[in-house]
Each structure stands twice: as structure tokens, then as C-alpha cells.
């Protein structure tokens, strides 16, 4: 795939990005450096290796998903100027 100098100016308008012409010319040929270089890493054959998420080998670090100290919403909602049965009350913005 390749880009040209209406794909550059398109994507910059769609970005909402001020281009120049030079500009637009100078991205038009990185661009297409950087999807040669996308379409090199197609062609690179990576079956039968696993994904990782980091370069050592080492696992996430997780926690137990268990609740510590619930059933505080007396307490969250005690400072609030209007509430009713622990919901917040506001005044409505929107008509």
C-alpha cells in the first residue's frame, strides 16, 4: 500500500491538523517508509511462537479481587449537600 499526496492532505483535514504543502510532500514519503516497513514485519513468520508481554519471561502481577471494606455508603455520602437512600442528589442540567 502506498500513500499519496491526497491521502496526506485528507488524513491531516480528517485529523484536523494544519498541513503545508511541503509538509504534506515530506509526510507523504515517511509515511511510506514507515508502511513498508509494517508490510516487512508481515512477512516475518512467528508461528508457533507465544505472545508475551514483556521481554523476560515473568508473570503479571495480580491481587485477589475481593471487596475490603464495603457498605460505606452512609459514610461516602455523608458530606453531600442533597442525598436520598445514598445516591447523590444534583439538579438537573439538561432539558
Known sequence: M???LATVKRVA????????????ERMTGELNGILGFVEQLSEVNVDG???MTS???MRMKTRE???MDGDKAADVVANA????RD???VPKVVE
Open 2 to 4: 502506498s500513500v499519496d
Open 13 to 24: 483535514r480528517l485529523a484536523r491538523i494544519a498541513v503545508s504543502e511541503e509538509e504534506a
Open 49 to 51: 511462537v507465544e505472545p
Open 55 to 57: 521481554v523476560t519471561p
Open 65 to 67: 479481587d475481593i471487596v
Open 81 to 84: 449537600p442533597n442525598s436520598d
Open 87 to 89: 445516591f447523590f442528589l
